[in-house]
T-cell receptor, first 115, second 110 residues
Framework: DAGVIQSPRHEVTEMGQEVTLRCKPI?????LFWYRQTMMRGLELLIY????????DSGMPEDRFSAKMPNASFSTLKIQPSEPRDSAVYFCASSYPGTGDTEAFFGQGTRLTVV | DAKTTQPPSMDCAEGRAANLPCNHS???????VYWYRQIHSQGPQYIIH???NNETNEMASLIITEDRKSSTLILPHATLRDTAVYYC???????????FGAGTTVTVRA
């Protein structure tokens, strides 16, 4: 398996524009996570899906952020409208079925710059 | 409310063992100790986890004290490619959440 695949790897956009980040989890994994990493706040969990259903979105910063998982092999994180403070590296991770003591596999991340 | 405490940075020599400490004095009986690392410009990578027994895999060994209030991650023969930020995380059994702190920046020097 190629691992968790994120696209694009880098995104530069202007303030106010819509940004969509994409993630393909590892086949067979039923849990998917979106994280954001900044120098100031480190790695933060934004949202957690289990079996394509959002279970915990308490980390989503505000209504400008939305995430979907239309099927087991694809998820998106959308920011509309984007702001400079959204600049960060966004990671997607997936884990396989089982109890909570399983490892999460992270993608390479999308580096977002909002100017 | 940090559940773990790690030194901010440490150096080690290539080929030597690297011993990374972590304090988790408030750990509960139903919480695992996890270790992840993040190499520059990459996503975090799972290393190892344990509940109360010592664990070893192809990457590292995890030594948990008997009272479970601290642990040590051991990289037996550090290489330059082990330079990374290492995160010690306490996670409730059955919980999905991984709460990353600041971690320890480990620099392996030739």
């Amino acid at each position: 398996d190629a691992g968790v695949i994120q696209s694009p790897r880098h995104e530069v956009t202007e303030m106010g524009q819509e940004v969509t980040l994409r993630c393909k989890p590892i086949s067979g994994h039923n849990s998917l996570f979106w994280y954001r990493q900044t120098m100031m706040r480190g790695l933060e969990l934004l949202i957690y899906f289990n079996n394509n259903v959002p279970i915990d979105d308490s980390g989503m910063p505000e209504d400008r952020f939305s995430a979907k998982m239309p099927n087991a092999s694809f998820s998106t994180l959308k920011i509309q409208p984007s702001e400079p403070r959204d600049s960060a590296v966004y990671f997607c991770a997936s884990s396989y079925p089982g109890t909570g003591d399983t490892e999460a596999f992270f993608g390479q991340g999308t580096r977002l710059t909002v100017v | 409310d940090a559940k773990t405490t790690q030194p901010p940075s440490m150096d080690c020599a290539e080929g030597r063992a690297a011993n990374l400490p972590c304090n988790h004095s408030t750990i509960s009986g139903n919480e695992y100790v996890y270790w992840y690392r993040q190499i520059h410009s990459q996503g975090p990578q799972y290393i190892i986890h344990g509940l109360k027994n010592n664990e070893t895999n192809e990457m590292a060994s995890l030594i948990i004290t008997e009272d479970r209030k601290s642990s040590t991650l051991i990289l037996p023969h550090a290489t330059l490619r082990d330079t990374a930020v290492y995160y010690c995380i306490v996670r409730v059994v059955g919980d999905y959440k991984l709460s990353f702190g600041a971690g320890t920046t480990v620099t392996v020097r030739a």
